[in-house]
């Protein structure tokens, strides 16, 4: 091999010898680099319940559009006679609840009468719906009362409504409640049952 060809080997070898230390001396923890963002925060829809100052006392009166609201009266009672002449007992360890309300028109049109679901009992925080009751010779509110009742102007619409409530609840204990959420008010204290308006009365002073 003449000097020349050899000296052109050497400088391949050294080429070969190079690149491989270069490689072989690079870290081996290689990363990428990324931008990381925060998730973003997580959105709550929050109920804001309203606890009133002190509820309406028995015979205070609301208006509700052109409809002025009373709850004027109540009883508990255990058995009672229907308007059948039928004994009706509630039952076991709960008792009736029976208010009584007055819907008056003080508007100067017809007026549409609140369907009777709107009214409930609250009881240590639990709903309580009012049913028919057909109690001899006290009008059922609930059965005068259809989806599109109206009174007009000057009119009146009374009755009574029935509840049934655990035995060991006592008038103090019970609080009335009308639903008023799908009209403005005029006058009286709004509060907020689940989202929605509603007035409450205490059935004892």
Not at 66 to 71: F, N, P, R, T
Not at 124 to 138: L, V
Not at 197 to 205: C, E, V
Request: overall charge negative.
């Amino acid at each position: 091999m003449n000097a020349k060809l050899k000296q052109v080997t050497c400088l391949v070898v050294l080429l070969v010898v190079t690149t491989a230390y270069g490689i072989l001396s690079q870290p081996s923890n290689q990363y990428i680099e990324v931008t990381s963002y925060a998730p973003a925060p997580e959105i709550k829809t929050v109920i804001v319940y309203l606890t009133p100052v002190a509820p309406l006392l028995p015979t205070e009166k609301i208006v509700y559009g052109d409809l002025e609201i009373a709850m004027d009266d109540h009883e508990i009672l255990g058995e009672y006679t229907t308007e059948f002449s039928r004994i009706e007992t509630p039952p076991e360890a709960t008792k009736f609840v029976w208010v009584h309300i007055t819907v008056k028109n003080i508007g100067t049109g017809a007026g549409k009468v609140p369907h009777f679901i709107r009214f409930d009992l609250f009881y240590d925080g639990t709903e309580i719906e009012a049913m028919y009751g057909h109690r001899q010779d006290f009008p059922d509110y609930a059965d005068q009362n259809f989806s599109d009742d109206r009174i007009q102007p000057s009119q009146s619409r009374e009755g009574w409504l029935r509840f049934i409530v655990p035995s060991s609840a006592d008038s103090s204990d019970l609080l009335f409640a009308f639903d008023g959420s799908s009209t403005a008010f005029v006058s009286g204290t709004p509060y907020v049952v689940e989202g929605q308006h509603a007035y409450f009365w205490k059935l004892t002073p």
